[in-house]
């Protein structure tokens, strides 16, 4: 029951639907109660046996309210016979118990329908909390878990928890009130016989909850199960032409039907323990009637301590409650399974970003003078990719990140724009370290285009808007012309409108490069942070990308990580990398002159 202090601040907003549904499950219980007890008279009257009351009964306060509600319908069932006959009685009495069970059902819907409100609310609340961590996750958090696994929490695993908050409010307001009042019932009708009921309690609940156990565990696997599964399907819809033209469907089919298996065999077991529980408890229960109508038989057979009327009424009480011992066993069973549930879904809620802003952090709205790299080393997971590394990019100027494939020069881009942060050293804007300023503000000072575009399934027009969010189309346009993407957007049958498809697979490498420059570009940042795509182009399109690069670098500073000898040319200061290292460093021309790595890449026209 740990998770459910985690998870009450979102009961909390919809308290007041908890509050009107426990009201209502009051209201339940009682007439449920109620009607069962209206039984009684009801026999009574069919069978002639009503206690003749020829005078009307005085109320005498809530002491005696068993006896005066007694009589009084005594009276009534007298009065009514003696004046039309006994079928007109029997005709009240059966307004009586429909009106009883109209009530109780009545407020039965009731508490359901607060309980939806409550139910569903957190259910948004906590989709939309997860959604907002992993928007604010760090990178890294991802480099290791599942994308499937994320959406199975937070589709599946949300769901599941929902369910059990629905359970625990049965099992705790519901069926516990239902279970007292028929209790409070049938101890007024027989004491003996009760106590006599009092013995079967334990031994069904111990019974009972032996079939719970390890419930937790075994819905823990399910769940896992399905994060796999859906992981494998997220992995092979972005991999299909891959998987395709490697013909490897037969491999990714085993691995997939592996998963389900797993999960078909997990929820196998899982469910034939769950659906144990009704029956289970139905049979305790009618097996406990079954003494109850021994015992109780031979007190109104051969005692005679018991009308007839009473022990029929008594043995529906006895009946009601074993609906809401089923349903708790049942619901103890679920509040489990959104046990194990909960665990994951806390999981993510309580992720702890390791890169969020201090509290003190300042909002940095201009660059004036440089960003400057001090001595940083950086880790991924155990061997150092940066040792030592110092660079400072003064504002106006281009600096071209160069050096072989696993260099480090991703990685620069990675710390500048903090996604990652360094081990040792620090990066300064300006002066002022990076971890001192709000990541928003940081990133908004800079522009990125990453190594692989990243689009998405969207129009043209909105994926460019995430630049600038207010942009005019005369806007969107004047960038899509510098990023020289104008030319093939305009020939589009919707022009900006045109949906790009997933991934913005409709468009070829070259285009989607040139529509991620446009959002660089429509950001209009004085930082530029440019991770060259490695992909090869044929020369037209290189072209048309090399320029939307120079147009968008003019005036601005940037740091480019570059590939093409065209764009390093450019720059004002190239750094040779090696292993996380500066290998070199200087212009152009000065590094040729010293007939260095520099000269030997440029030689193999080779950047990787
Ligand atoms: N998320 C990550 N987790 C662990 N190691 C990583 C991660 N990203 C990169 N690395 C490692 O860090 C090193 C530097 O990678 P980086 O991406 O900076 O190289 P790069 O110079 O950009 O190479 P390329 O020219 O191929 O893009 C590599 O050895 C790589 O294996
Ligand atoms: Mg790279």
Redesign the pocket.
């Known amino acids: 029951m740990e998770y459910l202090k985690k998870l009450s601040r979102f009961v909390i907003p919809y308290k007041r639907f908890g509050i009107l549904n426990i009201i209502c499950n009051i209201f339940y219980a009682l007439f449920s109660t109620l009607a069962m007890v209206s039984l009684m008279p009801m026999i009574n009257v069919l069978f002639g046996e009503t206690e003749k009351v020829f005078v009307k009964p005085e109320y005498q306060g809530f002491k005696h309210i068993k006896s005066y509600a007694e009589n009084s319908l005594n009276y009534l069932i007298t009065s009514t016979t003696d004046t039309y006959g006994p079928q007109r009685a029997l005709l009240y009495m059966i307004f009586l118990i429909i009106g009883l069970f109209l009530l109780k059902n009545i407020f039965n819907y009731l508490a359901l329908y607060f309980i939806t409100f409550l139910r569903n609310g957190v259910l948004k609340d906590i989709r939309n909390e997860i959604y907002d961590r992993v928007l604010h996750l760090p990178?890294?958090y991802y480099?290791e878990k599942k994308k499937g696994d994320i959406i199975a929490r937070i589709s599946n695993d949300v769901a599941e928890v929902k369910n059990s908050l629905l359970a625990i409010l049965e099992l705790i307001v519901k069926e516990p009130l239902t279970i007292l009042f028929a209790i409070i019932a049938m101890f007024t009708i027989s004491f003996k016989l009760t106590i006599f009921v009092f013995i079967f309690i334990p031994i069904s609940g111990l019974i009972i909850s032996r079939i719970g156990k390890s419930l937790k565990r075994k819905s823990a696997n399910v769940q896992r199960e399905q994060g796999i599964f859906l992981s494998t399907l997220e992995e092979t819809l972005g991999g299909l032409k891959v998987i395709k033209g490697y013909n490897a469907e037969k491999r990714f089919n085993d691995k997939f039907q592996d998963s389900t298996n797993r999960f078909y065999h997990f929820s196998n077991i899982l469910l034939n323990r769950q659906n144990l529980a009704s029956p289970t408890s139905e049979f305790l229960g009618i097996a406990t009637i079954a003494a109850l109508l021994w015992y109780g038989g031979s007190m109104v057979l051969i005692d005679k301590t018991l009308s007839g009327g009473a022990f029929i009424g008594y043995m529906a009480l006895a009946y009601q409650i074993l609906t809401p011992a089923k349903a708790i066993s049942k619901a103890s069973y679920l509040v489990k399974a959104g046990n194990a549930a909960a665990d994951r879904v806390l999981e993510i809620l309580e992720t702890k970003s390791p890169i969020a802003d201090l509290p003190n952090a300042s909002i940095k709205s201009s660059f004036d003078s440089d960003i400057s790299i001090n001595n940083i080393s950086f880790k991924?997971?155990d061997?150092l990719?940066l040792k030592d590394f110092s660079l400072k990019v003064a504002k106006g100027k281009s600096v071209a990140?160069v050096?072989?494939?696993?260099?480090?020069?991703?990685?620069?881009a990675?710390l500048v724009t903090r996604f990652y942060d360094v081990n040792a050293g620090s990066i300064t804007v300006d002066g002022q370290n990076i971890k001192d300023i709000t990541k928003n503000s940081l990133r908004g000072l800079m522009g990125l285009v990453t190594?692989d575009s990243i689009l998405f399934n969207d129009s043209i027009k909105n994926n460019v808007l995430l630049g600038k969010q207010d942009a005019t189309d005369e806007e969107i346009i004047e960038a899509l012309k510098i990023a020289n993407a104008w030319e093939f957007v305009k020939n589009l049958p919707n022009g900006i409108e045109t949906n790009i498809g997933d991934s913005g697979n409709k468009l070829s490498g070259g285009q989607k490069q040139r529509l991620s420059i446009a959002r660089a570009v429509l950001k209009n940042p004085p930082i530029m942070i440019l991770?060259e795509a490695?992909s090869a182009l044929d020369t037209e399109s290189e072209r048309l990308v090399q320029d939307a690069l120079e147009n968008m670098m003019k005036n601005r500073t940037s740091i480019v990580?570059a590939?093409r000898l065209s764009t390093i040319q450019n720059a004002d200061t190239i750094v040779v990398?090696h292993k996380?290292e500066i290998a070199e460093q200087g212009t152009h021309n000065e590094l040729i002159a010293k007939n260095g790595t520099y000269k030997k890449l440029v030689d193999m026209q080779s950047f990787?």
């Open positions: 990178i890294s480099s991924y997971e061997d990719v990140l050096g072989q494939s696993g260099s480090g020069k991703s990685t620069i990675n190594q991770d490695t990580i590939h990398m996380g990787e």
